[in-house]
């Protein structure tokens, strides 16, 4: 049994102290920690201050993104080193923003996702295909072949601990969600090419999340599914009410 995890994803919102404020109001409100893992991914400038407010509560800090060196001339980036030096614990990386605006490679998303490992945080992989490539039929082969690029030279004891974000990008921001059949159908895939890739005490250990325009008013049907572990939420991570319902969802699934 897979434990849940359900993740905000901030995005370019709120300030440093909007945000540490919002962790301070519902921190005490995560009776459910020890069914859900929850964890929350501000923007970069925000984590000292979110991180010490989540402190000694049952949740976790995650960055939206990291280079893969620990240091070096690479004017703008945060290093994995920083991260782990601010107690961050869980990064996303291969988000369809960074693919789309940021030219981001399923090369330098593999790099990335080494370098987490390498410093002992949890990746969350987002993979993802556009609306073209769905109504063209190439969703499955095309999530496929990001799997296997973002995996590809990772350790079957690396890839355990992993977490998959499936985030249809069409779903993402626009209100459409992907039917709860269709979710889990990809899910499921991704799962088996996991197992393909590895063995079955991987593909069963890795939790894959659903995302894209998750809300109170979805979650359930779509934890509900047999490979869905998960939620990966913009919007509706923002408001404490709404993200405070996820994670009861996540603690109920
Ligand atoms: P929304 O929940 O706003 O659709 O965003 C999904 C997402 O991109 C999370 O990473």
């Given at each position: 049994m897979r434990k849940p995890i359900i993740a905000g994803n901030w995005k370019m919102n709120k300030l440093a102290a909007d945000g540490a404020r919002f962790v301070l109001d519902f921190r005490s409100h995560l009776p459910m920690g020890d069914k859900v893992d929850v964890v929350v991914c501000p923007p970069y400038p925000h984590l000292p201050l979110v991180v010490e407010?989540?402190?000694?509560?049952?949740m976790d800090i995650g960055a939206q993104n990291m280079h893969f060196e620990d240091s070096g001339a690479f004017t703008g980036e945060v290093s994995p080193e920083m991260l782990k030096d601010l107690l961050v614990e869980y990064v996303i990386l291969g988000h369809s923003e960074r693919r789309e605006h940021f030219q981001e490679s399923d090369e330098l998303i593999n790099k990335k996702l080494k370098a987490a490992f390498d410093h002992q945080m949890t990746p969350i992989v987002c993979v993802g295909e556009s609306l073209e490539q769905r109504v063209q039929n190439q969703a499955y082969d095309f999530v496929e072949s990001q799997v296997k690029a973002a995996f590809d030279g990772v350790s079957a004891e690396q890839a355990k601990v992993a977490v998959v974000a499936y985030e249809p990008i069409w779903a993402i921001g626009t209100g459409k969600t992907a039917s709860s059949d269709d979710a889990n159908d990809m899910c499921a895939h991704i799962r088996n090419v996991l197992k393909d890739l590895y063995?079955?005490?991987?593909?069963?250990?890795?939790?894959?999340?659903?995302?894209?325009?998750?809300?109170?008013?979805?979650?359930?049907?779509?934890?509900?599914?047999?490979?869905?572990?998960?939620?990966?939420?913009?919007?509706?991570?923002?408001?404490?009410?709404?993200?405070?319902?996820?994670?009861?969802?996540?603690?109920n699934a």
């Open positions: 407010a989540a402190r000694d509560y049952p063995d079955e005490s991987v593909s069963e250990a890795v939790r894959i999340q659903y995302g894209g325009s998750v809300k109170p008013a979805n979650i359930d049907e779509l934890l509900a599914k047999s490979d869905i572990d998960g939620a990966l939420v913009g919007g509706a991570s923002l408001e404490k009410d709404s993200f405070l319902k996820l994670l009861e969802a996540g603690a």
